[in-house]
């Protein structure tokens, strides 16, 4: 590919712990591979050397959470051909989406002593909140082998192939038997995302949930079974709500137990 | 990175302000400031950007056993500190006994984060700077054998977390008590002989970072690891100090503090009536030579490395150094593997307050939790390494700067830079962390 047409692809962070962006450079098989083919544009964990926009693709990872960072992630939105969001934070609004259900002020009396020094918005929201996304990629953290088959799809102009389906077909075909079924472990499987090869059920515990709400999920049904497994109401209002907790479905599904 | 430097001659004086915006190759968003007047450098300030996550408050009210996971999720670099720190603070609380077994296997998992980071670091985020180059990707143009090496070095620590973890990132095995699941002993023979390169590449690495070009700045500093009598630490130990501390982990908030600044989202830690201190791979070197492997003592010896090593740009020998600790203790693990049964013990909560304390890569991280009988979380801190390092970086910057004015700016910029950098600071770490510049007046 001849230097001066391979893409532009920069890197921004936002709220978040830097693991999705980390999954690029554990690419360790392929990062050089992957590194030929495209220009990296903007990717400051790994390199001080900035090129300007516009870009070809903008991996944004993180939440917004500053009336700074809605500025930024505009001017991130209107340099990009295409945005696609990595992991949970940015896709759902992350772990720190928790202060969507409190009071932000509480919280930020309870971390730091000066409260008049800290600026950050009451929610935590996803970037698709603020400017239209092209692709949002699930996980907490993200699979690395997904963010290749992203980008490469986008460089030839096809859709990513990424499964909408539960975890619980993942579980099948790795074989395993049933954590909830089997020993009464309660599973979020049936309701989230696939995408991690479900590691948890393998590694006898039920699924927390990374990857997020699937397709059409029946929280319902799966929470009056966490009832019968003897789960108390605060229980089940917490297993919804972890990294994904802002997604509608796991949010709505916890606000019903707290009624 | 955007670099506004500039120099303006007020007789024979400099005034200058020396600026980065958005350091780059670390963990996080911060930025630097150097402002200096008549030849004296009159602030230096690391700003953090990083926006509040607010950790320590969404963690009251949830249940001792989701601490690992949810504070894994402070870092993506380091999730296993997290998670040992949390867990080995729940476990002293509830005085939970695991076996020698899962203590080594704990370990095991540790080393696989500090071989991961620590090749992370040494070539793609700091090597760079030594040699002139923006990123590793450019390094690999004029020395791929060297970036081949390093992302083998680095894999082979991810699958170590990723054999024990289930995943690289935030891995999924680690509880309080033990682990969910235990390899087998087979699973891990294929590791052996992996590690027996990765030990003689270690000692390439050492050699080959000894050769690089230090810049000057040799400091009294006050270093604080973790020491154990038996052992490198890594999760466990009492607090020493190169100026005669000597506490145990759960006395930590006796002796140190924590500040709130303004140019900052990160607490700025502090020692009560003394100031600031250094944590991180120098300070466990210091502190803990006697406890290296023989051959780790001997290559550090054969490039001149002993202690006290008191040139912190020296820390990127320091953790190749520890990169081949880590990689024979792997090993030696891994021979004398046998498997824990059970994978973990039970645990009884009850209502009192748990304190861990573990060397991650950048140096110790703190956890104390408030519990009651339920195991339900009331109060948490949490320390990370950075927050601890940020007094000494300024102070660092301060120095540097001092000692170099004439330095052209775009040098002494990146020079101040690569200063921030020899404390890998994270700055999702300190949740709260990094952004340079130089001002002028």
């Known amino acids: 590919m001849a230097q001066h047409k391979k893409p532009k692809v920069a890197v921004w962070k936002f709220a978040s712990c830097d693991g999705c962006q980390l999954s690029l450079l554990d690419c360790e098989d392929e990062l050089l591979a992957v590194a030929g083919e495209i220009q990296i544009a903007n990717f400051l964990e790994a390199s001080r050397a900035v090129v300007n926009g516009p870009y070809d693709v903008s991996l944004v990872e993180g939440s917004i959470t500053t009336p700074h960072?809605?500025?930024?992630?505009?001017?991130?939105?209107?340099?990009?051909?295409?945005l696609i969001t990595i992991g949970a934070c940015a896709t759902a609004g992350g772990i720190q989406a928790l202060r969507n259900f409190k009071n932000v002020k509480d919280y930020i009396t309870a971390v730091y002593a000066h409260p008049e020094y800290i600026e950050t918005l009451a929610l935590s929201t996803p970037i698709a909140a603020n400017v239209e996304v092209d692709f949002e990629l699930r996980g907490c953290p993200i699979n690395k082998y997904q963010l290749i088959e992203v980008i490469c799809a986008l460089l030839n102009n096809r859709k990513p192939n990424i499964p909408k389906y539960s975890v619980c077909l993942e579980c099948k075909q790795n074989g395993n038997v049933c954590v909830m079924v089997a020993q009464g472990v309660s599973c979020l499987g049936p309701v989230t995302q696939a995408g991690c090869g479900a590691l948890c059920p393998a590694y006898n515990r039920g699924c927390f949930g990374c990857f997020g709400p699937k397709e059409t999920p029946n929280t319902i049904s799966l929470s009056n079974r966490f009832s019968d497994l003897g789960m108390k109401k605060d229980d089940i209002i917490r297993i919804y709500r972890t990294y994904n907790a802002f997604a509608e479905p796991f949010r709505k599904e916890s606000e019903a137990y707290e009624r | 990175m955007k670099d506004k430097t500039s120099k303006k001659a007020k007789t024979d004086e400099i005034s200058a302000t020396i600026k980065v915006d958005a350091l780059a190759r670390i963990e996080g968003e911060a930025a630097f400031t150097v402002k200096i007047k008549d030849s004296k450098v009159i602030d230096a300030k690391l700003r953090v950007f990083e926006p509040p996550r607010f950790f320590e408050a969404f963690l009251r009210g949830r249940r001792y056993h989701e601490a690992p996971d949810i504070t894994s999720r402070?870092?993506?670099?380091?999730?296993?500190?997290y998670q040992m720190s949390s867990i080995h603070?729940?476990?002293?609380?509830?005085?939970?006994?695991?076996?020698?077994?899962i203590r080594e296997l704990?370990?095991?998992?540790?080393?696989?984060?500090?071989?991961?980071s620590h090749a992370l670091h040494i070539f793609m985020l700091h090597a760079p700077d030594f040699l002139g180059y923006e990123d590793t990707i450019q390094l690999a143009k004029d020395h791929p054998d060297v970036v081949k090496m390093a992302l083998d070095i680095k894999k082979l620590g991810n699958d170590i977390v990723k054999l024990l973890g289930a995943r690289e990132i935030h891995p999924l095995s680690a509880c309080v008590g033990g682990f969910y699941k235990v390899p087998t002993k087979k699973a891990l023979q294929p590791l052996i002989e992996r590690l027996r390169w990765a030990i003689e590449?270690?000692?390439?690495?050492?050699?080959?970072?000894?050769q690089l070009t230090f810049p000057?700045?040799?400091k009294d500093y006050e270093f604080v690891s973790l020491r154990h009598p038996n052992e490198y630490p890594l999760c466990e130990g009492r607090i020493v100090s190169s100026k005669g501390l000597d506490i145990a982990v759960s006395e930590y908030e006796d002796y140190f503090e924590e500040e709130h600044v303004k140019q900052s989202t990160s607490l700025h830690s502090f020692i009560k009536g003394r100031g600031e201190y250094l944590v991180g791979p120098l300070a466990r070197f210091n502190l803990n030579f006697d406890k290296l492997t023989p051959r780790a003592q001997a290559e550090a010896k054969a490039?001149?490395?002993?202690?006290?090593?008191?040139?912190?740009f020296k820390s990127i020998i320091v953790r190749a150094v520890e990169l081949l600790y880590a990689c024979e203790e792997a090993l030696r693990i891994i021979e004398g593997y046998e498997m824990p049964e059970p994978s973990r013990v039970e645990v009884h909560p009850i209502g009192t307050i748990g304190h861990g304390a573990t060397e991650a890569p950048r140096g110790i991280l703190y956890h104390r939790y408030t519990l009651d009988e339920r195991g339900t979380i009331r109060s948490a801190k949490i320390v990370p390494p950075t927050s601890q390092n940020q007094k000494i970086i300024e102070k660092d910057l301060t120095d540097f700067v001092s000692k170099n004015l004439t330095l052209p700016k775009e040098k002494l910029g990146w020079q101040c830079e690569q200063l921030i950098r020899n404390y890998d600071p994270c700055i999702s770490c300190?949740?709260?962390?990094?952004?340079?510049?130089?001002?002028?007046?």
């Not at chain 2, 402070?74 to 500190?81: D, F, K, L």
């Not at chain 2, 704990?106 to 991961?116: A, Q, S």
């Not at chain 2, 300190?430 to 007046?441: D, M, R």
């Open chain 1, 69 to 82: 960072d809605i500025v930024r992630i505009q001017q991130v939105r209107k340099q990009s051909k295409y």
């Open chain 2, 74 to 81: 402070i870092c993506g670099i380091c999730p296993i500190a």
């Open chain 2, 89 to 101: 603070a729940m476990e002293s609380a509830f005085a939970v006994k695991v076996s020698p077994q």
């Open chain 2, 106 to 116: 704990r370990r095991l998992f540790y080393c696989g984060e500090w071989i991961e």
């Open chain 2, 201 to 210: 590449a270690s000692v390439k690495t050492v050699k080959f970072t000894s």
């Open chain 2, 216 to 218: 000057d700045l040799e």
């Open chain 2, 303 to 312: 490039v001149g490395l002993m202690p006290p090593c008191k040139n912190n």
């Open chain 2, 430 to 441: 300190s949740c709260h962390f990094l952004k340079l510049n130089v001002e002028e007046q």
